[in-house]
């Protein structure tokens, strides 16, 4: 099997293990939605869960793994798995310490506004849920660096498969736990935190057996070594990244804390988080799987000096993320009203409040296709060693959407942030891009072609969407909404399928090699 072979057999593995966390966590935001509706409590927990989980992605995910595992890749391809598992201990220990730091600092800031102001209200809510869950900060940063260096050596199933362990542990809590608290739903927000909690532990502990397995270590090693030079290397890579990933995340920690206090009345963050979850399902299963199985293909071919191979590699990439991407984009876009209602109007959850996060939702989703498109262009920065650029076109793009929002969110309330987010997403990926283009060849082999018939058969794929839900207007039962969510995307699945193949898109012959590969054919 080739390396672009098994590039795709890994983000099928890491798709598979993404779909089945999103619709673990499908489930449990229909629970919470239909338990809380889009009130008080529900906007208290998404505040306080929003805060470890933009950590996460800001340490975790984002920052540090983009700056361990090229150096990690490189002891491993040159010096072996001895002086890869004593890097990895090593920056380990510094991580651990840095994120005990952060959760001990995250408590203290929580408690700190009660011993000079008198906070009731949803914000004591959500000060100390904030504090309840500020330890998941340090449990789920720890799994996605385990999760880094299973990567580096080509394991994707358990780092893919850990949220859905932690959605599991969230419904146990939603179903057999706040059962046991009573009515008071404040009751139930420490129910679900402490669930999450134990899912965060639980997410560590299921790396265990395939590190062991590679000679890699679970806990951090606790041994200072600054002068090796990859450790060096490390930290030089990360502090351009953190200020890149800090840019991201300060921008949605800005929209969080702009809904809060600038829209009046109730739910803005609820539907806001609500629309934006339901976008994170295709992002994940396509944007994330590929992101996360090419990272490590770009990064050996860099360390390789393979240029060419890198040239054809991130076109490529490209090219599947939007075949993929631009379909799924704008059928969420038609398709967001009939998804909202059969997902979340339930008991709690009013029409109204299911009308709002349609709009959200479709919002969020017009820019889809640049939200993947940017996961692949982020990584070949990052594979290539260039964490400066990336940074500095983060910074800019922030403080010009920061602005936009304060000037936008009195006219168009939560809709006006998601608006913002999707154009955001289009520039970012356009600079980037180019700035890519100017580093390093790109081989763009009938890419206007490719571009022209993926518009046709995306048109062919809405017209059969319109065309299916206008025989489901209705809404009145759970079979209707079913109805009306399932036919139209079954049907669009099928045009965008066979229009695909007749205009002879050359992305449907590498599934047929899956599918092929699936039952056991030779490729």
Request: hydrophobic share 55%; glycine share 6%.
């Amino acid at each position: 099997m080739t390396e672009k072979q098994n590039y795709l057999k890994s983000a099928s593995v890491v798709g598979l293990s993404t779909l089945a966390s999103r619709i673990l966590g499908m489930v449990r935001d229909m629970a919470m939605a239909s338990l809380f509706g889009a009130g008080m409590v529900l906007d208290a927990f998404v505040l306080a869960f929003t805060i470890p989980n933009l950590f996460r992605r800001f340490l975790g995910e984002g920052a540090f793994s983009a700056a361990f595992l090229p150096v990690f890749t490189e002891v491993l391809e040159k010096e072996g798995k001895g002086n890869a598992s004593s890097l990895a201990k090593q920056t380990g220990t510094y991580l651990f310490i840095i994120l005990i730091i952060l959760v001990l600092l995250g408590i203290g800031a929580c408690f700190l506004p009660f011993a000079f102001f008198d906070i009731q209200g949803k914000n004591k809510l959500a000060l100390n849920l904030s504090a309840t869950m500020m330890p998941f900060l340090l449990l789920v940063c720890w799994t996605a660096f385990l999760g880094a260096m299973l990567n580096a050596m080509q394991h994707f199933w358990s780092p893919a498969f850990a949220p859905a362990l932690l959605n599991i542990f969230w419904l146990a809590g939603i179903f057999f736990f706040i059962p046991l608290c009573g009515q008071n739903q404040e009751t139930w927000a420490y129910a679900m935190a402490i669930s999450v909690l134990i899912g965060g532990i639980c997410q560590i502990f299921l790396q265990w057996p395939f590190l062991k397995k590679r000679g890699m270590p679970l806990l951090p090693g606790l041994c200072f070594s600054y002068s090796d030079p990859y450790i060096k290397k490390v930290f030089l890579n990360l502090v351009p990244v953190l200020f890149s990933a800090a840019i991201v995340q300060i921008n949605t920690l800005m929209d969080s804390v702009i809904a809060w206090f600038m829209i009046p009345g109730e739910g803005a963050l609820s539907v806001l988080y609500m629309g934006n979850r339901l976008m994170q399902f295709p992002l994940s299963i396509i944007g994330t799987s590929l992101s996360t199985a090419i990272f490590p293909l770009f990064t050996l071919y860099a360390v390789r000096g393979e240029k060419d191979r890198f040239g054809e590699a991130v076109p490529e990439a490209l090219r599947l993320c939007f075949f993929l991407a631009l379909p799924a984009s704008l059928g969420l876009v038609l398709l967001s009203k009939p998804i909202i209602f059969l997902i979340y109007q339930h008991n709690s959850f009013t029409p109204e409040d299911a009308i709002r996060t349609s709009h959200v939702l479709a919002a969020y989703s017009s820019g889809l296709c640049f939200y993947v498109l940017l996961g692949i262009i982020s990584r070949a920065f990052y594979s290539l060693g260039d964490t400066k650029t990336p940074t500095w076109v983060a910074c800019w793009l922030m403080m010009g959407n920061i602005a936009l929002n304060i000037m936008i969110v009195p006219f168009l309330q939560e809709l006006g942030l998601a608006l913002t987010t999707a154009l955001g997403s289009v520039t970012h990926c356009f600079i980037l891009l180019f700035l890519l283009k100017k580093k390093v060849s790109l081989f763009w082999h009938g890419m206007r072609s490719f571009l022209w018939k993926c518009f046709a058969s995306t048109l062919f794929m809405s017209l059969s969407v319109v065309a299916a839900s206008s025989y489901f207007s209705s809404q009145e039962n759970i079979k209707q909404r079913l109805l009306s969510v399932l036919v139209p995307i079954a049907i669009g699945i099928i045009v965008f399928a066979l229009s695909s193949f007749f205009l002879k898109i050359k992305e449907m012959d590498r599934f047929k090699i899956r599918l092929k590969a699936f039952r056991g054919k030779k490729t």
